[in-house]
């Protein structure tokens, strides 16, 4: 009887090691798949970044060099091409601000400080940002949050959410439309709010990409109507960063829809 118990335990100590390994070569197997494709990741990343950059610069190169080429160039002329390159460079501009955002959200999210913020309040600062494009556009703003709807965030991406949306709707969406926010909900430690403009939507199969960094529906639209292409990816990472998530979806009577949450306290 004793050899028995000696062989039982002889062998669950193999099945233990047997087990062992293969869960050590399970998840080896994933950390390098997870390793690929972070690996693939930053690649393509490079990659659309290099491609985003080669644009506003190459155009800028040949302002410049028409310039110095031409010195004899008509002065209405010159100053054409000297307001077209700095056109660029705030594209430009614009470009390596959101990129570095983005950055550092993903990298070093514990260097974003905390405070309480007032969600209306932000709303407000946003739409008073953008009311000379309001008014030229004949929006309507419809700023639905309640006085003194409270969260514990920063200040500077909660007012980036809400900033992207509205200049997203102003570029795509069209004029004489309405543009509408809310928070239809406030239960479990979350404010759970919704964004919609009544423009023209998008066509529904690119719905699930527009969150992707430079994503286009259209080759060449974010570049005709200036801006990186990073705007719904940062709203994306905000939103994270406040421990949230954001969907989107085509409204029945047209434009885009977003709902997402932010958390209102840590825990």
């Known amino acids: 009887m004793d050899y028995i118990w000696i062989y039982i335990i002889a062998a669950v100590v193999v099945l233990l090691v047997i087990a062992g390994l293969l869960y050590w070569r399970v998840h080896k197997r994933v950390a390098e798949a997870e390793a690929r494709q972070k ?3 930053k690649k393509q990343m490079t990659s659309n970044i290099a491609h985003e950059l080669r644009t506003p610069v190459t155009t800028i190169r040949g302002y410049l060099e028409t310039l110095i080429a031409c010195p004899d160039m008509p002065q209405d002329k010159k100053q054409e091409f000297i307001e077209k390159a700095y056109s660029q460079t705030i594209r430009l501009t614009e470009l390596i601000t959101d990129m570095s955002l983005i950055s550092k959200m993903e990298e070093k999210s514990s260097k974003f400080q ?12 946003v739409f008073d940002e953008f009311s000379g494009r309001i008014a030229a556009q004949n929006v309507k703003v419809e700023n639905k949050l309640s006085a003194g709807t409270v969260l514990t965030g920063n200040k500077t991406l909660v007012y980036t959410i809400i900033k992207n949306l509205v200049e997203n709707s102003l570029k795509y969406a069209g004029n004489d439309i309405t543009i509408h926010l809310e928070c239809y909900s406030s239960i479990d430690k979350f404010c759970y709010l919704t964004y ?3 423009g023209t939507g998008v066509p529904a199969e690119h719905l699930d990409q ?13 570049r005709d109507v200036g801006g990186s292409g990073l705007g719904l990816s940062i709203v994306k990472n905000a939103v994270k960063f406040h421990g949230g998530d954001i969907r989107v979806i085509n409204r029945q009577w047209g434009g885009l829809q977003f709902f997402f949450s932010l958390r209102k306290q840590e825990d």
């Open 39 to 41: 690996s693939k990741l």
């Open 196 to 198: 919609y403009d009544t």
């Open 210 to 222: 527009i969150f992707e960094r430079f994503y286009r529906i259209e080759e060449g639209r974010t």
């Open 114 to 125: 905390k405070e309480n913020i007032d969600l209306y309040t932000v709303a407000n600062e």
